[in-house]
């Protein structure tokens, strides 16, 4: 079951508190359905309770009659599809909405949102018809899709009205526009207002259990980082050391007070600065081993590059 059809459960559960609002929500399922036209009122769709839902309100509201037919597109997706077969019955829901069926272009019509409280349930609808909401797990974006695009400017308009300060964009993707909302408390915010709020605590507890993940992941790349550094820094020292002593000359030739630490070296590759300066008597500080290892590499090649001239 993906998120989107968990959030279209959860807003079919919703009821409308007052009449206005169960107009504005069938008005925002049928417009931004398959078809709000003279010749065909329709919406088509992959979730069986937005076509049950459709139906109902269209006909408590409208007294036409709707039919629902199931299609198998595909066995995993039974397509629903709820229409107005009777022409007289589609003018009586069109005008029920304050449309022709002849409008080009197809605009929203603001009378349908009477109160306050309308556009949260237009917005229901729409989403139900034709929204999409993406997986937490992979981005927060919450889309409207209408093939009408000064619908989708009117879409845009109307979230942008919203006291939620969404910042809504439009997109072509195709022959469609795209009205979409970005961010995580953007889409939870807008859940929540269509009547999802379990939906959007749901995305915002994957949003933290995410940042935390990837608090850890930073942390360790940092922490192993460091060890790649340590380990390439030693590796340079040892090998310094190394050639001191296959030349001939040995960590005696060094002065005698970085013999100590370079013995010391030698036999423990893998100790960082601060382990070594505790090994050292009297013990020594993280900059001034750091300091002392500069120097006896710095001589070991030294004397190497010497003896090796003669
Ligand atoms: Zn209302």
Redesign the pocket.
């Known amino acids: 079951m993906s998120f989107s059809s968990d959030v279209k459960n959860e807003l079919c559960k919703t009821k409308n508190r ?1 009449p ?2 169960e107009k ?1 929500e069938c008005y925002g399922m049928l417009l931004f359905g398959h078809s709000f036209s003279r010749s065909a009122v329709s919406l088509t769709t992959e979730h069986t309770p937005t076509a049950r839902r459709a139906a109902q309100l269209t006909a408590a509201l409208t007294g036409a009659i709707v039919s629902t037919r199931t299609m198998l597109r595909r066995a995993s997706h039974p397509a629903g599809t709820v229409s107005v077969e009777d022409e007289r019955d589609r003018m009586r829901v069109l005008s029920a909405f304050g449309h022709s069926g002849s409008e080009v272009p197809l605009r929203l019509n603001r009378a349908n949102l ?2 306050e ?2 556009p949260a ?1 237009f917005l229901r609808g729409a989403f139900l018809s034709c929204g999409t909401v993406f997986d937490p797990q992979k981005d927060y974006r919450l889309e409207f899709v209408t093939p009408h695009m000064h619908l989708s400017r009117d879409m845009s308009a109307l979230l942008g009205e919203l006291p939620l300060e969404l910042q809504p964009g439009v997109s072509r993707r195709r022959s469609l526009y795209v009205v979409y909302i970005k961010g995580s408390s953007h889409t939870a915010d807008l859940l929540t207002l269509m009547g999802a709020p379990h939906a959007a605590m749901q995305m915002m507890q994957v949003k933290m259990l995410r940042e935390v993940r990837n608090h850890i992941n930073r942390r360790t790349n940092f922490e192993t980082a460091n060890l790649d550094k340590t380990a390439s820094a030693a590796a340079r020292q040892i090998y310094a050391l190394k050639r001191l002593q296959d030349c001939g000359a040995g960590i005696s030739a060094l002065p005698a007070e970085l013999q100590n630490l370079a013995r010391l070296r030698c036999q423990n590759p893998e100790l960082s600065l601060r382990e070594l300066g505790k090994q050292l008597t009297p013990p020594l500080s993280r900059s001034g081993v750091n300091h002392r290892l500069q120097r006896i590499t710095e001589l070991s090649e030294k004397i190497y590059r010497e003896r090796n001239s003669d």
Do not use: I, K, R
Request: with cysteine; glycine share 12%; aromatic share 0%.
């Open positions: 007052q206005c609002c504005a009477e109160g409280c309308c349930s």
